[in-house]
């Protein structure tokens, strides 16, 4: 049974390869929450892998069990790889949320001095906005922090990450899909805002 163990843990070793390498290459960014999964995939396969070659010398590739789990690992690897290339099932691609290109009007969302403090009550403020997608759906975070403190921007579902923006700086993004987007600061959980996209015909001009 060591064969088996031994591709189990080149299985292992391939899938978690592949679950860090993809959304850390840019490829897609929603399988980000799966890293830490991969890690752990990655590791014990690592860890099972001498068991595998040493305990039961060279693997035997005659053996039928070998030949399944290579089968099945290739197969799992292949879609996996497939469905990142066709932006597919797990793999949805960022762009479906963001637009290219600012709207007409924006909308700030001030990120509040203190925020960094576990018992502040009050961080991104607004802490949910509604936007119209295409009119008023473009959403810049500005980092107002007197100390100089970075904060994040990071979608709830992994749809979309600011990465670290320090005091004064801004992060800017545009929604384009309708739909209802949480969101939190990575190095301070208790941060949390919402973003709620409408779409449909445009308002008529706020009197
Ligand atoms: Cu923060």
């Known amino acids: 049974m060591d064969d088996a163990v031994l591709a189990v843990s080149v299985l292992f070793i391939v899938m978690g390869v592949a679950g860090i390498f993809i959304p850390f290459s840019g490829i897609s960014e929603t399988m980000r929450p799966l890293a830490e999964f991969s890690g752990f995939m990655l590791a014990l396969g690592v860890i099972m892998l001498p068991i595998g ?3 039961g010398g060279l ?5 039928g069990r070998t030949y399944v789990l290579t089968t099945l690992g290739i197969g799992l690897v292949s879609f996996v790889l497939v469905s990142a290339a066709l932006q597919i099932g797990p793999f949805t691609k960022i762009e479906e949320v963001g637009a290219v ?3 007409p009007f924006n909308v700030t969302i001030v990120i509040l001095p203190g925020s960094f403090d576990p018992s502040a009550t009050e961080t991104y403020s607004p802490a949910s906005v509604r936007v119209q997608a295409g009119y008023n759906s473009t959403v810049i975070w500005v ?3 007197t100390v100089n403190v970075a904060h994040t ?3 709830d579902q992994g749809l979309f990450d600011s990465g670290l923006f320090g005091r004064d700086e801004r992060w800017v993004f545009t929604f384009a899909r309708a739909g209802i987007y949480p969101y ?3 190095p301070h959980p208790w941060m949390v805002g919402t973003v709620t996209v409408f779409e449909g015909p445009m308002p008529a001009a706020a009197g």
């Open 101 to 103: 290109g600012p709207t």
């Open 59 to 63: 693997p035997q590739l005659s053996s």
């Open 184 to 186: 939190h600061c990575t």
């Open 143 to 145: 980092n107002a922090e």
């Open 53 to 55: 070659l040493f305990r």
């Open 153 to 155: 921007v990071t979608s």
